[in-house]
């Protein structure tokens, strides 16, 4: 029963359909970006497609369409 | 369509462009339609100014309402956007969870809604046609963006705490609906 309030308020929120989508808007986005930023580092400390793309658990081809173009290498 | 656009509204479009580039949005969306509109020297300008609109306080309330990293939703579902923005930052430097985001080159589309709200600009002037000289001014597209009732225009104007009647009222339009 640590923090009722916030349990509530939290829960509340949450509940609302309109939070709940926003949320999952911005969860996409956050993904997205810090994809981007951990793609960089991978390929900055010399990781290969193949072993990114394996961490993301999707395909080379995936990853290498999805982040090549936006990158100077390759 | 753009040959029935005052300068001042067709300003307003090119405008809108830059607001999204500066926004790092994909596409250019009726709410950058509005934050080109706070900046109209014209009719359109005027009427959102006249409800104490203006660029900086619409621009924040956009980044705030807007931003695809909404602060509060997530803080909903127990994440502290901030503590992973500091930590994107001890990783990768400052503004690291900004710069992860690639500015959009280039041209930048219109999304479906703004390309409605031209058209319902092109309708405004229509409803007044016999007393005005048929040119789609700044006003007539801010009756457009308010007219296509976008939720994201929608709680922007809420935040400011402006009623979408009250700027209809400033243009004369309150028999839009």
Redesign the interface.
């Known amino acids: 029963m640590a923090g009722p309030t916030t349990d509530v308020t939290?829960a509340a929120?949450?509940d609302?359909p309109a939070?709940?989508l926003?949320?999952i808007?911005?969860?996409r986005?956050?993904a997205?970006?810090?994809?981007?930023?951990q793609v960089g580092?991978a390929r900055g400390r010399g990781w290969s497609w193949q072993q990114i793309a394996e961490a993301l658990g999707v395909t080379r081809q995936a990853v290498h369409k999805k982040h090549a173009r936006?990158r100077k290498d390759d | 369509m753009f040959e029935r656009f005052t300068q001042e509204a067709r300003r307003v479009v090119v405008g809108a462009q830059a607001e999204a580039r500066e926004l790092r949005a994909e596409k250019i969306e009726p709410v950058h339609l509005l934050l080109a509109l706070t900046e109209d020297d014209s009719r359109g300008g005027a009427a959102l100014r006249s409800c104490g609109v203006d660029h900086e306080s619409a621009r924040s309330a956009v980044v705030r309402a807007g931003s695809p990293l909404d602060a509060d939703a997530l803080a909903a579902f127990g994440i502290d956007l901030e503590q992973v923005r500091a930590a994107a930052e001890a990783a990768f430097g400052p503004g690291a969870l900004e710069q992860g985001k690639p500015e959009p080159g280039g041209h930048i589309p219109f999304a479906d809604g703004s390309k409605r709200a031209l058209e319902e600009s092109l309708r405004a002037v229509l409803r007044r046609g016999r007393r005005r000289g048929g040119a789609i001014d700044s006003g007539h597209v801010l009756l457009g963006v308010l007219a296509v009732a976008d939720p994201l225009v929608q709680r922007v104007l809420a935040e400011l705490g402006v009623a979408r009647g009250s700027l209809e009222g400033q243009l004369g339009d309150s028999s839009a609906a």
């Open positions: 939290t929120a949450a609302d939070v709940g926003r949320a808007r911005a969860l986005e956050l997205d970006r810090l994809e981007v930023l580092n936006s």
